[in-house]
Protein backbone atom coordinates (compact mmCIF):
# COMPACT_ATOMS: atom_id res chain seq x y z
CA UNK A 1 0.00 0.00 0.00
CA UNK A 2 1.19 3.25 -1.28
CA UNK A 3 1.73 6.09 1.97
CA UNK A 4 0.31 9.49 1.12
CA UNK A 5 1.87 12.05 2.91
CA UNK A 6 0.26 14.88 4.78
CA UNK A 7 2.88 17.39 2.55
CA UNK A 8 1.54 15.48 -0.48
CA UNK A 9 -1.87 16.25 0.56
CA UNK A 10 -1.73 19.61 1.01
CA UNK A 11 -0.07 19.82 -2.18
CA UNK A 12 -2.88 18.83 -4.11
CA UNK A 13 -5.53 20.18 -2.03
CA UNK A 14 -3.76 23.47 -2.49
CA UNK A 15 -3.91 23.12 -6.78
CA UNK A 16 -7.39 22.38 -6.19
CA UNK A 17 -8.33 25.34 -4.49
CA UNK A 18 -5.96 27.50 -7.13
CA UNK A 19 -7.69 25.79 -10.40
CA UNK A 20 -11.29 26.35 -8.02
CA UNK A 21 -10.77 30.12 -7.72
CA UNK A 22 -9.17 30.55 -11.11
CA UNK A 23 -12.68 29.34 -12.47
CA UNK A 24 -14.60 31.56 -10.64
CA UNK A 25 -12.17 34.35 -11.07
CA UNK A 26 -14.72 36.20 -14.04
CA UNK A 27 -17.82 35.74 -11.88
CA UNK A 28 -16.11 36.42 -8.70
CA UNK A 29 -17.34 40.02 -8.24
CA UNK A 30 -20.71 39.33 -9.33
CA UNK A 31 -21.39 36.75 -6.89
CA UNK A 32 -20.26 38.40 -3.98
CA UNK A 33 -21.79 41.87 -5.30
CA UNK A 34 -24.70 41.47 -2.55
CA UNK A 35 -22.79 40.09 0.66
CA UNK A 36 -20.34 42.98 -0.54
CA UNK A 37 -22.63 45.38 0.71
CA UNK A 38 -22.20 43.87 4.14
CA UNK A 39 -18.63 43.23 3.80
CA UNK A 40 -17.23 47.18 3.16
CA UNK A 41 -18.00 48.82 6.05
CA UNK A 42 -16.14 45.74 8.13
CA UNK A 43 -13.73 46.21 5.16
CA UNK A 44 -12.91 50.00 6.03
CA UNK A 45 -12.84 49.31 9.94
CA UNK A 46 -10.00 46.50 9.62
CA UNK A 47 -8.16 48.27 6.84
CA UNK A 48 -8.32 51.89 9.04
CA UNK A 49 -5.49 49.54 11.25
CA UNK A 50 -3.02 48.49 8.55
CA UNK A 51 0.40 50.47 8.82
CA UNK A 52 3.94 50.60 7.54
CA UNK A 53 4.78 47.74 5.44
CA UNK A 54 1.74 45.74 4.82
CA UNK A 55 1.13 42.30 3.54
CA UNK A 56 -1.81 41.38 2.31
CA UNK A 57 -2.53 37.58 1.31
CA UNK A 58 -5.52 36.22 -0.43
CA UNK A 59 -5.95 39.53 -2.60
CA UNK A 60 -8.46 38.15 -4.75
CA UNK A 61 -10.29 40.81 -6.89
CA UNK A 62 -8.72 43.96 -4.58
CA UNK A 63 -11.64 44.54 -2.68
CA UNK A 64 -9.78 45.92 -0.22
CA UNK A 65 -7.58 48.19 -2.18
CA UNK A 66 -9.42 51.29 -2.06
CA UNK A 67 -9.93 51.07 1.41
CA UNK A 68 -6.25 51.35 2.62
CA UNK A 69 -4.95 54.54 4.30
CA UNK A 70 -3.75 56.68 1.38
CA UNK A 71 0.19 56.14 0.68
CA UNK A 72 -0.17 52.26 2.06
CA UNK A 73 2.66 50.54 1.04
CA UNK A 74 1.21 46.85 0.11
CA UNK A 75 2.61 43.91 -1.25
CA UNK A 76 -0.05 41.49 -2.00
CA UNK A 77 -0.39 37.80 -2.92
CA UNK A 78 -3.02 35.40 -4.57
CA UNK A 79 -2.14 32.01 -5.21
CA UNK A 80 -4.83 32.26 -8.57
CA UNK A 81 -3.14 33.87 -11.33
CA UNK A 82 -6.67 34.62 -12.95
CA UNK A 83 -7.75 36.45 -9.89
CA UNK A 84 -4.34 38.45 -9.76
CA UNK A 85 -5.24 39.94 -12.98
CA UNK A 86 -8.76 41.60 -11.80
CA UNK A 87 -6.51 42.94 -8.68
CA UNK A 88 -4.04 44.12 -10.94
CA UNK A 89 -6.44 46.25 -13.10
CA UNK A 90 -8.24 47.59 -10.10
CA UNK A 91 -4.69 48.71 -8.60
CA UNK A 92 -3.82 50.15 -12.07
CA UNK A 93 -7.48 51.54 -12.20
CA UNK A 94 -6.91 53.36 -8.58
CA UNK A 95 -3.25 54.54 -9.30
CA UNK A 96 -2.28 52.45 -6.60
CA UNK A 97 1.63 51.34 -7.09
CA UNK A 98 0.66 47.38 -4.97
CA UNK A 99 3.56 44.93 -5.86
CA UNK A 100 1.16 41.65 -6.74
CA UNK A 101 2.77 38.31 -7.24
CA UNK A 102 1.28 34.73 -7.22
CA UNK A 103 2.11 33.25 -4.01
CA UNK A 104 0.76 30.19 -1.43
CA UNK A 105 0.36 31.64 2.25
CA UNK A 106 1.34 28.11 3.72
CA UNK A 107 5.04 28.69 2.20
CA UNK A 108 5.24 32.57 1.89
CA UNK A 109 8.82 33.79 -0.41
CA UNK A 110 9.70 36.63 2.29
CA UNK A 111 12.29 36.29 4.98
CA UNK A 112 11.32 36.81 8.73
CA UNK A 113 10.13 40.02 10.25
CA UNK A 114 9.45 41.85 6.92
CA UNK A 115 6.12 43.50 7.24
CA UNK A 116 4.21 45.68 10.35
CA UNK A 117 0.91 44.25 9.41
CA UNK A 118 -0.53 41.25 7.59
CA UNK A 119 -4.37 41.53 6.72
CA UNK A 120 -6.67 38.31 5.17
CA UNK A 121 -10.25 39.05 4.39
CA UNK A 122 -12.34 36.02 4.01
CA UNK A 123 -9.29 33.95 2.93
CA UNK A 124 -8.32 31.40 5.54
CA UNK A 125 -11.41 29.45 4.42
CA UNK A 126 -10.04 28.43 1.72
CA UNK A 127 -6.28 28.09 2.48
CA UNK A 128 -5.88 23.82 2.71
CA UNK A 129 -3.87 24.05 6.36
CA UNK A 130 -4.97 27.08 7.73
CA UNK A 131 -2.79 26.64 10.81
CA UNK A 132 0.25 26.80 8.69
CA UNK A 133 -0.89 29.75 6.83
CA UNK A 134 -1.57 31.53 10.31
CA UNK A 135 2.15 30.19 11.37
CA UNK A 136 3.89 32.00 8.32
CA UNK A 137 2.32 35.07 9.09
CA UNK A 138 3.47 35.16 12.14
CA UNK A 139 6.79 34.17 10.96
CA UNK A 140 6.84 37.21 8.28
CA UNK A 141 5.56 40.20 10.49
CA UNK A 142 7.55 41.99 13.02
CA UNK A 143 7.38 40.84 16.90
CA UNK A 144 5.77 44.83 17.44
CA UNK A 145 3.50 44.21 13.77
CA UNK A 146 -0.20 43.25 14.07
CA UNK A 147 -2.41 40.67 12.02
CA UNK A 148 -5.65 41.58 11.07
CA UNK A 149 -8.52 39.31 9.76
CA UNK A 150 -11.88 39.38 8.72
CA UNK A 151 -13.38 35.74 8.81
CA UNK A 152 -16.69 34.03 8.28
CA UNK A 153 -16.31 30.85 10.36
CA UNK A 154 -18.23 27.81 11.95
CA UNK A 155 -21.82 28.82 13.77
CA UNK A 156 -21.22 26.85 16.92
CA UNK A 157 -25.00 25.92 17.48
CA UNK A 158 -25.88 22.17 17.57
CA UNK A 159 -28.35 22.00 14.73
CA UNK A 160 -26.67 25.17 12.63
CA UNK A 161 -22.98 23.89 12.87
CA UNK A 162 -23.97 19.78 12.70
CA UNK A 163 -25.81 21.52 8.96
CA UNK A 164 -22.67 23.68 8.05
CA UNK A 165 -20.77 20.73 8.16
CA UNK A 166 -22.78 18.50 6.42
CA UNK A 167 -22.87 21.28 3.37
CA UNK A 168 -19.69 21.92 3.69
CA UNK A 169 -18.05 19.27 1.22
CA UNK A 170 -20.77 20.51 -1.75
CA UNK A 171 -19.95 24.45 -0.68
CA UNK A 172 -15.59 23.40 -1.15
CA UNK A 173 -16.37 21.97 -4.65
CA UNK A 174 -18.09 25.15 -5.92
CA UNK A 175 -16.77 27.83 -3.90
CA UNK A 176 -13.86 26.48 -2.81
CA UNK A 177 -14.26 27.95 0.91
CA UNK A 178 -14.80 25.81 3.73
CA UNK A 179 -18.17 26.91 5.31
CA UNK A 180 -17.29 25.27 9.32
CA UNK A 181 -13.71 26.54 9.51
CA UNK A 182 -12.95 27.40 13.56
CA UNK A 183 -10.43 30.34 12.47
CA UNK A 184 -10.18 31.50 16.40
CA UNK A 185 -9.09 28.27 17.39
CA UNK A 186 -6.67 27.92 14.41
CA UNK A 187 -5.18 31.67 15.51
CA UNK A 188 -4.44 30.62 18.79
CA UNK A 189 -3.14 27.00 17.49
CA UNK A 190 -0.58 29.38 14.65
CA UNK A 191 0.81 30.80 18.06
CA UNK A 192 -0.57 34.20 18.12
CA UNK A 193 -2.24 36.27 20.51
CA UNK A 194 -5.56 37.12 19.99
CA UNK A 195 -5.79 41.23 20.98
CA UNK A 196 -9.57 41.53 20.06
CA UNK A 197 -12.50 39.91 18.42
CA UNK A 198 -15.38 41.47 17.29
CA UNK A 199 -18.44 39.48 16.31
CA UNK A 200 -20.32 40.74 13.12
CA UNK A 201 -23.80 39.54 10.90
CA UNK A 202 -25.68 36.97 10.74
CA UNK A 203 -25.14 34.82 13.63
CA UNK A 204 -21.83 36.93 14.35
CA UNK A 205 -20.48 34.09 11.97
CA UNK A 206 -17.89 36.80 10.60
CA UNK A 207 -15.08 37.55 13.18
CA UNK A 208 -12.90 40.50 12.94
CA UNK A 209 -9.53 39.69 14.70
CA UNK A 210 -6.68 41.59 15.57
CA UNK A 211 -3.62 39.47 16.55
CA UNK A 212 0.16 40.19 17.44
CA UNK A 213 2.69 37.53 17.09
CA UNK A 214 3.84 37.29 20.78
CA UNK A 215 7.35 36.26 19.85
CA UNK A 216 10.62 38.03 20.92
C1 LIG B 1 -12.97 34.17 -0.92
S1 LIG B 1 -11.63 34.84 -1.81
C2 LIG B 1 -11.36 36.38 -0.91
C3 LIG B 1 -10.67 37.41 -1.75
C4 LIG B 1 -10.44 38.75 -1.05
N1 LIG B 1 -9.54 38.64 0.07
C5 LIG B 1 -11.74 39.38 -0.62
O1 LIG B 1 -11.88 39.76 0.55
O2 LIG B 1 -12.62 39.53 -1.48
C6 LIG B 1 -10.26 33.85 -1.26
C7 LIG B 1 -8.97 34.20 -1.97
O3 LIG B 1 -7.88 33.54 -1.31
C8 LIG B 1 -7.02 32.99 -2.30
N2 LIG B 1 -6.29 31.86 -1.70
C9 LIG B 1 -6.80 30.65 -1.38
N3 LIG B 1 -5.83 29.87 -0.87
C10 LIG B 1 -4.70 30.61 -0.86
C11 LIG B 1 -3.36 30.35 -0.47
N4 LIG B 1 -3.01 29.16 0.01
N5 LIG B 1 -2.46 31.34 -0.58
C12 LIG B 1 -2.81 32.55 -1.11
N6 LIG B 1 -4.06 32.85 -1.52
C13 LIG B 1 -4.99 31.89 -1.40
C14 LIG B 1 -7.97 32.58 -3.42
O4 LIG B 1 -7.30 32.42 -4.65
C15 LIG B 1 -8.96 33.74 -3.42
O5 LIG B 1 -8.53 34.80 -4.25
Same mark, same amino acid.
Request: net charge positive.
Given at each position: ????????????????????????????????????????????????? $????????????????????????????????????? $???? $??????????????????????????????????????????????????????????????????????????????????????????????????????????????????????????????
Amino acid at each position: MTMVSDHEIRAVSTELTKTRYNRIAPLYNFIEAIPELIFKPWRIMLLAK $AKGKILEIGVGTGKNFPHYPSGACVTGIDIADRMLVI $ARKK $ASKLGLPFDLSEGDVQSLHFPDNSFDTAVATFVFCSVPDPVQGLRELRRVVKPSGRILLLEHVRIDKPIIGWLMDRLNPLVVRIMGANINRRTLENVKKAGLRIESVEHLGLMKMVKMIFAKTDKA
